[in-house]
């Protein structure tokens, strides 16, 4: 029974990590639908310019995370404005294309710059861990835990309640439209691409300071991320949430009962379920267009 | 009187096929005037061209005299020209109240945004009680009243109605047509584009006729009913 508790701590807290991992896809993928495959390598730049102001320059963590933000935002800003802007409107397979290619050119570049060698973000929060009844959980991972959920409230309350979220809603669902009613859309796709860099960039450093920076890992990182909006559904941030924790624990309870090999494996066995039985996602609600 | 709308000689291309030859057209204030024309005849791209949402490659297009020619659409909307689009363009998966509220974005008083909401509601009931409802679960009908009223949240003095009773029953064209002798009444400019002739003519009080991407006739209402002869010829019946 400890165990099972234990397993589902676990999975719960690293749900709520690829929640936030997942939470710039979900406005990029969900709602603007742009499959950015590069998206798990903006995570990883994140994680390493957090890494290098961090330890190399040696400035405090919460001095580092919105020089990072800032950085990453205008890093999309510029990708959507000279890249992704051609290729709008002609269908997802040369947004694929191209975030393919920006993909491979980041880690190249990446493994240029740093090398293989597996990163840490310096952080103030201690690795100490905590009892809570038979759990134990470490004050850096519940610390991460909590700053994730003020994040993930806080662009859902941009989406639904500000007026650049509205903005956004309507660009993304009838862009026409939107521009008749004065919306300059242009900004608003660079906007929203410029919120989702930014979102990945601070998913890779705080988790940067969990676990580690490295130039490889935005492949595994863009899939799980990919896994967690289609289980949750296209543009939802309860779906992004439920759907992290979903495969939160199912890996934490597969890896603590079943063979370990296959951990990587079960998020995307649910989502071939997720597909057959529920297309549009756990939280998705599907309007027709009449 | 000086025309509220004038277009000179405008031509405009998707790509590199030419969609409008040269548009000559003039809109006085007050009026309402109907594009006709069979389907690619160039009224959806002149639409277009007028309030910003293309480019046109030659040509003048005038609002109150002053040049709006390859003005943003906000620029256009924000000097008093609204467009209703064609089949409708509201936003499924929000809801009537939000789908109103972003026609008036360029408004930042919320009172007057209050003001116009409650005048629309008050205009289509049907709306207020669908208010919370996506605009996606609503009927053609409904949401050809829902893109006629966010147009208005704009306050517009010209507005552009492209087919607005595209696919509704008989009774909600009907209903459309009142509308807009309604919006007439309010002083509001109309520039519609209809495919029901008869519809057209019974609001309109002039027409110009259009036929690959050039206007070949122009002339009053009364005197296009009177020669159905004419009618026939350029819209093929």
């Given at each position: 029974?400890?165990?099972?508790?234990?397993?589902?701590?676990?999975?719960?807290?690293?749900?709520?990590?690829?929640?936030?991992?997942a939470l710039?896809?979900?406005?990029v993928?969900?709602?603007?639908r742009?499959?950015?495959?590069?998206?798990?390598?903006?995570?990883?730049?994140?994680?390493?310019?957090?890494?290098?102001?961090?330890n190399?320059?040696?400035?405090h963590?919460f001095?580092?995370?919105?020089?990072?933000?800032?950085?990453?935002?205008?890093?999309?800003l510029?990708?959507?404005?000279?890249?992704?802007e051609?290729?709008?409107?002609?269908?997802?397979?040369?947004?694929?294309?191209?975030?393919?290619?920006?993909s491979?050119?980041?880690?190249?570049?990446?493994?240029?710059?740093?090398?293989?060698?597996p990163?840490?973000?310096?952080?103030?929060?201690?690795?100490?861990?905590?009892?809570?009844?038979?759990?134990?959980v470490?004050?850096?991972?519940?610390?991460?835990?909590?700053?994730?959920?003020?994040?993930?409230?806080?662009?859902?309350?941009?989406?639904?309640?500000?007026?650049?979220?509205?903005?956004?809603?309507?660009?993304?669902?009838?862009?026409?439209a939107?521009?008749?009613?004065?919306?300059?859309?242009?900004?608003?796709?660079?906007?929203?691409?410029?919120?989702?860099?930014?979102?990945?960039?601070?998913?890779?450093?705080?988790?940067?300071?969990?676990?580690?920076?490295?130039?490889?890992?935005?492949?595994?990182?863009?899939?799980?991320?990919?896994?967690?909006?289609?289980?949750?559904?296209?543009?939802?941030?309860?779906?992004a949430?439920?759907?992290?924790?979903?495969?939160?624990?199912?890996?934490?309870?597969?890896?603590?009962?079943?063979?370990?090999?296959?951990?990587?494996?079960?998020?995307?066995?649910?989502v071939?379920?997720?597909?057959?039985?529920?297309?549009?996602?756990?939280?998705?609600?599907?309007?027709?267009?009449a | 009187?000086?025309?509220?709308?004038?277009?000179?000689?405008?031509?405009?291309?998707?790509g590199?096929?030419?969609?409008?030859?040269?548009?000559d057209?003039?809109?006085?204030?007050?009026?309402?005037?109907?594009?006709?024309?069979?389907?690619?005849?160039?009224?959806?791209?002149?639409?277009?061209?007028?309030?910003?949402?293309?480019?046109?490659?030659?040509?003048?297009?005038?609002?109150?005299?002053?040049?709006?020619?390859?003005?943003?659409?906000?620029?256009?909307?924000?000097?008093?020209?609204?467009?209703?689009?064609?089949?409708?363009?509201?936003?499924?998966?929000?809801?009537?109240?939000?789908?109103?509220?972003?026609?008036?974005?360029?408004?930042?008083?919320?009172?007057?945004?209050?003001?116009?909401?409650?005048?629309?509601?008050l205009?289509?009931?049907?709306?207020?009680?669908?208010?919370?409802?996506?605009?996606?679960?609503?009927?053609?009908?409904?949401?050809?009243?829902?893109?006629?009223?966010?147009?208005?949240?704009?306050?517009?003095?010209?507005?552009l109605?492209?087919?607005?009773?595209?696919?509704?029953?008989?009774?909600?064209?009907?209903?459309?047509?009142?509308?807009?002798?309604e919006?007439?009444?309010?002083?509001?400019?109309?520039?519609?584009?209809?495919?029901?002739?008869?519809?057209?003519?019974?609001?309109?009080?002039?027409?110009?006729?259009?036929?690959?991407?050039?206007?070949?006739?122009?002339?009053?209402?009364?005197?296009?009913?009177?020669?159905?002869?004419?009618?026939?010829?350029?819209?093929?019946?």
């Open positions: 029974m400890d165990l099972f508790l234990q397993l589902l701590a676990n999975g719960l807290v690293n749900g709520t990590f690829y929640a936030l991992s710039g896809l979900t406005l993928f969900g709602l603007m742009v499959v950015n495959f590069a998206h798990g390598e903006f995570y990883v730049i994140g994680g390493l310019a957090g890494w290098a102001l961090t190399a320059v040696g400035l963590f001095l580092a995370l919105p020089i990072v933000i800032l950085g990453m935002g205008v890093f999309g510029l990708i959507d404005r000279f890249l992704i051609r290729v709008r409107d002609q269908g997802p397979e040369t947004g694929i294309l191209l975030t393919i290619g920006l491979i050119f980041i880690v190249n570049t990446a493994l240029l710059v740093v090398g293989t060698a990163l840490k973000v310096v952080s103030p929060f201690l690795n100490r861990p905590i009892f809570i009844g038979p759990v134990v470490t004050q850096a991972r519940l610390f991460t835990v909590a700053l994730c959920a003020v994040l993930i409230l806080a662009v859902h309350l941009l989406v639904q309640r500000t007026t650049l979220g509205r903005a956004m809603r309507a660009t993304f669902q009838d862009a026409t939107a521009r008749l009613v004065g919306i300059r859309t242009r900004h608003v796709y660079g906007l929203t691409f410029a919120l989702g860099s930014a979102l990945a960039g601070t998913a890779g450093m705080l988790l940067g300071s969990i676990y580690v920076a490295q130039a490889t890992i935005g492949g595994i990182v863009s899939l799980k991320a990919f896994v967690v909006v289609i289980l949750g559904g296209m543009g939802s941030f309860a779906g949430i439920v759907g992290g924790l979903v495969l939160g624990l199912v890996e934490a309870i597969w890896g603590g009962y079943g063979p370990s090999g296959y951990v990587d494996a079960v998020g995307f066995a649910l071939i379920v997720m597909l057959l039985v529920r297309p549009y996602g756990l939280f998705s609600k599907q309007v027709e267009r | 009187m000086a025309p509220v709308l004038e277009l000179k000689g405008v031509e405009a291309a998707y590199k096929a030419k969609a409008l030859h040269g548009i057209l003039r809109v006085e204030p007050g009026e309402v005037v109907a594009l006709l024309g069979a389907n690619g005849a160039g009224k959806t791209t002149t639409f277009r061209v007028i309030s910003g949402l293309m480019r046109p490659s030659a040509g003048e297009v005038r609002f109150d005299g002053a040049s709006i020619a390859g003005c943003s659409a906000d620029a256009v909307l924000r000097a008093g020209l609204a467009h209703c689009p064609e089949e409708r363009h509201v936003w499924p998966e929000m809801t009537v109240e939000e789908n109103l509220r972003l026609g008036a974005y360029l408004v930042s008083q919320r009172i007057e945004i209050e003001r116009r909401m409650e005048r629309i509601y205009r289509f009931p049907r709306l207020k009680e669908r208010r919370r409802q996506s605009a996606g679960t609503l009927s053609g009908g409904e949401q050809q009243m829902l893109a006629i009223g966010r147009a208005l949240m704009s306050a517009p003095r010209l507005l109605l492209d087919e607005p009773s595209l696919g509704l029953s008989p009774r909600m064209a009907k209903e459309v047509l009142a509308v807009i002798r919006l007439q009444g309010q002083g509001i400019t109309v520039l519609l584009v209809e495919q029901n002739v008869h519809n057209a003519l019974s609001v309109a009080s002039r027409a110009y006729v259009f036929e690959t991407g050039r206007v070949v006739a122009e002339n009053t209402s009364q005197a296009l009913l009177d020669s159905p002869d004419l009618l026939k010829a350029y819209l093929g019946g």
